[in-house]
Structures are given as C-alpha cells and as structure tokens.
C-alpha cells in the first residue's frame, strides 16, 4: 500500500510507470562484459562486482556499508552481530577494492560509534589515514535511557603519500557575528546585501549538512540516505572534474547523482532493483537541475543560511 503524504511533501517516488521503465533499463553483473560502464548503477553484489572494476582506475572510493545494526533495505537485510565478526566481514571485502585505487586515490568511510572501531582496525593496515570527520546527523527524538545519537564518522585516508586536497573547493561561507573593521574596513570579511561573511576553511565537525527530510527535493524512502552536500564535500575536495568516484554501496544514488552535478565520472554498485530505481530517476533529474543545497557559487553555505538567492528561489515557487 503506497504511503499517503502531505501536499508539500517532495519525496522522490516512482509511478507504476516509472517502475517499470527504470526496471528495463537496469544493467546486472552477468549481462556485462568485462567491466562496468562507467556513470552506470549496476545492479549486484560487492564479492562479485569488484571483478568488474579496472586496477588502477578509480580517484575516490566513498564507501557507506551497513552499520553493525539489524536493519532492513527493501528486501535485503542486515543482522547485528558481534564486533569481531563486523570486523572480519569489512575486510573480507574492503581489501578486494583496493586494487582499483589509483596511487593518489582518497577513501571515505562512514561509519557509527560502534562500526568505527571495526573500520579504524582495518583501514590502518592498509591505507595512510589522514583525519576523522565527525558530521551532526540531527534526527530523531532520542533515547529514554540514554543519550540520544546525533553523529557519525567518515574516515579519510589516502592509497599514498601523493594525493588530492582542493581546499579552496570547499570553503565554507559563515555568518559573521562581531564584524571587526580595521581602519574603517572590514578585516577578514565581506559586507554584502546578504549580510555580513567570511570564508573559512572547513574542519573536521561538520555541522552544516541537513539529514534530507520530507521537504527537501533530493529525499527518497531510504532509511539511511546521505545528504548530497555531504558527498559534494567529500567529491570537490579529493576529486578534480573528469574523475572517476567508485561506490559499491550505491543505495539511492546520493554519490552518483553528487558526481553527475560535479561532473566527475562514476561507478556505482547496488543489490536492490529498487533502489537503482530511484537513483536512475535521480540521475534523470540532475540532467534538468544541477543544484545542491547548501552549495552555491562555488562555497558551502551554512545549515538554514538565507541568501538572497534561497529566497528568489522561494519566490518563484523553486
């Protein structure tokens, strides 16, 4: 039974119709021949799919595997079980990717306060690992008898010693609070119309990024969607455009249709039809909208910033 929502309720879904034309066009491992096409979602499993992957050719590996928690995927699920298993079970695939990392290539891991124990265990044996970002994923309502969890983890760690940082690709664009002026000018800021800014290179808490909900045009029903300011972070600082970024866990697309508005170059892998679905229609849309929220004019604004721009696009009905 389809769900009933609110009238402004953007959630992506897909008609009957739409269903069964982005079923038609879904690509398996087994009908490939040789390796997977890049800008393609195809449809498998990661112990599979790695064969499909050429060495040496991947820029950015983002990976966003299930947490050590029971939870559903439409029709796949994953069970929680002990912290050794976890580990063991990361491993057994994480190192068959390896081999398609370029030497400059960068890796992005998420992961929970659990799960980075396990990842942190792994990824040291095998990679440089650069740094620990801690974004604020501000949802739910919280625990009665605990503290509520209101963050995860993204590893970044690098193949060598040789790698990619843009750092002027993501400055991010605050509020200034006590505008200080020296000799009548402001130092270190802008005035603007919009009011008062500076730019100031991003840390390692990341604080501005929405969980996508209802109201927000890139949402889907999949229970763990990454935000596709998150990725476009991830993607402008460790990528340059013609680049290719690998995610084996596609879900709904967030990475793929990140790349596509970049103008990097894509492989995807995911196990639900379903899915792949949604992400295509995503696809789809990126070729009519290129927007990300939170990221405009080259700079990442912060979370619930009203520029004038935001509300031109609320004036024409955007």
């Given at each position: 039974?389809?769900?009933?929502?609110?009238p402004?309720?953007r959630t992506i879904t897909l008609?009957g119709?739409?269903k069964?034309y982005?079923?038609?066009?879904i690509k398996?491992?087994?009908q490939?021949?040789?390796?997977i096409?890049?800008?393609?979602?195809?449809?498998g499993?990661?112990y599979?799919?790695?064969?499909?992957i050429?060495?040496?050719?991947?820029?950015?590996?983002?990976l966003?595997p299930?947490y050590?928690?029971s939870?559903?995927f439409h029709?796949?699920?994953?069970?929680?079980t002990?912290e050794?298993?976890y580990t063991?079970w990361f491993r057994s695939w994480?190192e068959?990717?390896?081999?398609?990392l370029?030497?400059?290539?960068?890796?992005y891991?998420?992961?929970?306060?659990?799960t980075?124990i396990?990842?942190?265990?792994?990824i040291?044996?095998?990679l440089i690992v650069?740094?620990?970002?801690t974004?604020?994923r501000?949802?739910?309502?919280?625990?009665?008898?605990?503290?509520?969890n209101?963050?995860?983890?993204?590893w970044?760690?690098t193949?060598?010693e040789?790698?990619?940082f843009?750092?002027?690709?993501?400055k991010m664009?605050?509020?200034v609070i006590a505008?200080y002026k020296?000799?009548?000018?402001?130092?270190?800021w802008q005035?603007?119309d919009?009011?008062?800014f500076?730019?100031?290179?991003?840390?390692?808490l990341?604080?501005?990024i929405?969980i996508p909900?209802?109201s927000m045009?890139?949402?889907?029903d999949h229970?763990t969607q990454?935000?596709?300011?998150?990725l476009?972070k991830?993607i402008l600082?460790s990528?340059?455009?013609?680049?290719?970024?690998?995610?084996?866990?596609?879900?709904?697309?967030t990475?793929?249709v990140?790349?596509?508005?970049?103008?990097r170059?894509?492989?995807?892998?995911?196990?639900?039809k379903e899915?792949i679905?949604?992400?295509n229609?995503?696809?789809?849309?990126?070729?009519?909208?290129k927007?990300?929220?939170?990221?405009?004019?080259?700079?990442?604004?912060?979370?619930?910033?009203?520029?004038?721009r935001?509300?031109k696009?609320?004036?024409?009905?955007?």
């Open positions: 039974m389809s769900k009933s929502r609110a402004r309720n008609t119709h739409e069964e982005y079923l038609g066009k398996q491992l087994r490939l021949n040789g390796k096409p890049l800008n393609t979602i195809v449809n499993d990661i599979n799919a790695y064969k499909f050429p060495n040496n050719s991947v820029d950015l590996l983002f966003d299930p050590n928690l939870k559903q029709g796949n699920s994953f069970n929680k002990t050794e298993k063991n994480f068959l990717l390896l081999p398609a370029k030497e400059t290539a960068s890796v891991i998420c992961g929970d306060w659990r980075s396990s990842i942190y265990g792994v040291k044996e095998k650069r740094n620990r970002i974004w604020e501000e949802k739910g309502r919280g625990a009665k008898a605990n503290f509520k209101s963050y995860e983890d993204i970044f760690a193949k060598s040789k790698y990619k843009n750092i002027d690709a993501i664009k605050r509020k505008p020296e000799n009548g000018n402001p130092k270190d005035e603007s919009q009011g008062n500076r730019l100031t290179h991003p840390g390692n990341w604080t501005d929405s909900f209802w045009p890139e949402n889907t229970p990454k935000p596709e300011k998150l476009a991830i600082a990528t340059d455009e013609g680049d290719v970024v690998l995610d084996p866990f596609a879900g709904s697309g990475t793929a990140a790349a596509k508005k970049l103008n170059k894509f492989y995807a892998v995911e196990l639900s899915y679905c949604l992400a229609k995503r696809l789809d849309m990126a070729e009519e909208d927007n990300i929220q939170g990221y405009q004019d080259g700079v990442f604004w912060e979370r619930n910033t009203y520029s004038l935001q509300k696009n609320i004036e024409n009905g955007k």
